[in-house]
């Protein structure tokens, strides 16, 4: 996946229901890969959040900033029921990125 450029938005958690990251990125596999690894100090390492539990590919980056924004806002409530419907038992799905799969489209 090295030199993927497919803007993703995702959210990143340390267990079911548990502690909640939204971020964004060009390289999701390798992003998802560094907070995985505690490559980057900071929230995700300090909460060991190493769960890719939802994602989003978008058409365009700017695209990807105007929804994390969008989530960002959210209650918890919102991004629970965003989650579940794409994974209900919060597994781990940094091995299943599909780009293709997941791309909205504005």
Do not use: C
């Amino acid at each position: 996946m090295e030199g993927e450029k497919n803007p993703a938005v995702y959210m990143m958690a340390n267990r079911y229901r548990g502690t909640i990251y939204i971020g964004v990125t060009s390289g999701l596999w390798s992003r998802v890969w560094d907070h995985k690894n505690g490559t980057t100090p900071g929230f995700t390492s300090h909460y060991r959040l190493v769960r890719l539990v939802w994602y989003e590919h978008r058409i365009s980056m700017e695209a990807a900033i105007r929804r994390e924004k969008q989530l960002k806002e959210w209650q918890r409530a919102w991004k629970i029921r965003l989650i579940e419907t794409m994974n209900p038992e919060w597994r781990d799905m940094h091995e299943e990125i599909d780009p293709v799969a997941t791309l909205v489209e504005e």
